[in-house]
């Protein structure tokens, strides 16, 4: 096996920040969030010792710090900052590979014999990037994930140090949120713990992407496993007549062949996780970026890159290098990685992994047809109640759980298997008939003897043979409109169904609020 080429990466720190903070015109000293469908995607180191952090929903990153300045997220206008630094970059070594607005990669091979080391590169790389931002780190390493780990931390990884380095970082390093907590809960808290694991074992249980993931964790390489150069008869090639100067409507023109591109590497049992975007306008100026994708690429996130790179090259300012002069007239997209499809694991329901790809293409097709929110998927995350700890996000979109929080109140195992949405008024009453109160101790004067459901609430009480709690919960004192006391409770009655309960403080009213199997 080859070992992994050295390559060097360049990351700018809270690139989502630094782009919002200068259109808005703030100070760099100010607490600054960027919010996507009003949650945390990324926040200044001001804000972060106030206590912010990604995945907070913006009520309660206000709450902690009143004074936060709230920024939409505007990923065009990041491509578009992030281009004169790319220029910079390529003035050093060509070939750069980005991952995202704020990151990008170059390999340091060529460069390293031309300015004669790793560190007269990194200084090249500084001093043509500073003339654009100061806020850069860059590291070296084995591979573009460890390289990616090393500029976090500006660095230079010895060659053949990546396992020794990576061995030690969190399992939270990696960036699927899913895989994540999946090891997480199998007692996997190290990369290095993750690596320890035989190959063949990680594909088997995990897919392709466990097994990426199992390479990267091990600093073998940060390529997908049995990643190839595919056949050129893959790339597709989409002329616009009449050219065109809107990146909108390029990419609403070229939604089609995108679909093309994907679909006909599935058909072939291969899944695109790198490519190359050539735009060329009628004049004959081109620009040419590698994208990388942490997953496999699907339609919805080819014509995202497509878009972001149309931004930073169409809004170039006339004179600077490469400016475009003309309307593009030309777009190609060649695979350059691809990774099987057919060796997913099996589903939780007993179908194959394919299935899982056939319905991931057709969720992918329906948000490009009727928009990026328009498909939307359950992530667990923290909270003290059922309805609390599921969130809906668009599908494809980053599934990161919140921080691990104590959750004082918390609802204990098991978890419920049908929540009520909203809460149905029920009764719960002793055994003179009358309805059980808590009080604001938290404590029951009386034991819940009978339970009225809330589909008839004149049908027969049935009788309770079982009850756990009260645990009561004091949310969100410092807001009055969201503030409020419960005290939940876990019933089971004769029949052997069994009710998770809340009693409302301030309305004196018990409320079904899920059912167990």
């Known amino acids: 096996m080859s070992s992994p080429p050295r390559m060097a990466a360049v990351w700018c720190p809270d690139w989502p920040v630094t782009v919002a903070r200068t259109a808005a015109g703030l100070a760099d000293t100010e607490p600054v969030a960027v919010f996507t469908a009003n949650r945390v995607v990324a926040c ?3 804000a972060r010792k106030l206590g912010i952090r990604r995945g907070l929903r913006r009520r309660e990153a206000q709450a902690r710090c009143p004074e936060l300045a709230v920024l939409p997220r505007n990923l065009a206008a990041e491509a578009r900052a992030f281009e004169p630094i790319l220029a910079a970059i390529e003035s050093v070594a060509l070939g750069v590979e980005l991952g995202r607005p704020g990151l990008a990669m170059i390999g340091v091979r060529g460069a390293t014999r031309y300015f004669g080391g790793e560190t007269a590169v990194l200084h090249a790389l500084a001093q043509g990037i500073a003339e654009h931002t100061d806020d850069v780190l860059i590291g070296v390493a084995d591979g573009a994930f460890a390289a990616e780990q090393a500029a976090r931390r500006g660095i230079i990884v010895a060659p053949g140090g990546s396992a020794e380095f990576l061995g030690e970082l969190p399992i939270g390093t990696l960036e699927d949120p899913g895989l994540v907590d999946l090891l997480k809960r199998l007692g996997i808290r190290t990369l290095g713990a993750f690596a320890a694991l035989p190959i063949a074992d990680a594909q ?9 993931a199992h390479r990267q964790a091990a600093g073998l390489d940060s390529r997908p496993i049995a990643g190839r150069l595919p056949p050129t008869e893959f790339e597709v090639s989409i002329e616009l007549e009449p050219p065109l100067d809107r990146v909108d409507t390029i990419a609403f023109s070229a939604r089609g062949a995108i679909e093309r591109f994907v679909s006909e590497l599935a058909e072939h049992g291969q899944a695109c996780t790198c490519f190359e975007l050539v735009a060329q306008t009628d004049r004959g100026e081109e620009t040419v970026r590698r994208w990388r994708h942490a997953g496999v690429l699907t339609a919805v996130d080819v014509t995202d890159r497509v878009r972001w790179q149309l931004e930073g090259w169409l ?11 003309g309307p593009v007239s030309l777009l190609r997209l060649t695979p350059v990685e691809t ?11 007993g179908g194959e992994g394919a299935v899982d790809e056939r319905a991931h293409r057709a969720l992918a097709r329906v948000q490009t047809l009727l928009g990026h ?3 939307r998927t359950p992530v667990l995350g923290g909270g003290r109640g059922p309805a609390q700890r599921t969130r809906l996000v668009p599908w494809g979109d980053d599934r990161e759980q919140p921080a691990d929080q104590p959750w004082p109140g918390r609802l204990p195992s098991p978890a419920p298997s049908v929540i009520i949405d909203p809460p149905q008024p029920v009764q719960v009453l002793d055994e003179t008939g009358r309805t059980v109160l808590v009080t604001d101790r938290g404590t029951l004067p009386a034991a819940p003897a009978r339970y009225v459901g809330a589909a008839d609430p004149a049908a027969p009480a049935a ?3 079982a009850w756990a709690g009260p645990w009561p919960v004091d949310e969100r004192w410092w807001d009055p409109e969201s503030a409020r006391q419960l005290a939940r409770m876990q019933l089971v009655d004769v029949n052997g169904r069994a009710y998770l309960v809340c009693f409302d403080l301030a309305a004196q009213q018990w409320l079904l609020e ?4």
């Open 44 to 46: 200044s180191h001001a």
């Open 204 to 212: 088997a249980r995990f897919g392709p992407t466990g097994a990426w």
């Open 315 to 325: 809004n170039r300012a006339a004179g600077e290098l490469n400016a475009p002069s």
């Open 339 to 349: 990774v099987p499809t057919g060796t997913h694991q099996r589903a939780l329901w």
């Open 373 to 375: 929110g328009s498909v």
């Open 463 to 465: 009788a309770v043979t």
């Open 514 to 517: 899920a059912l167990y199997d």
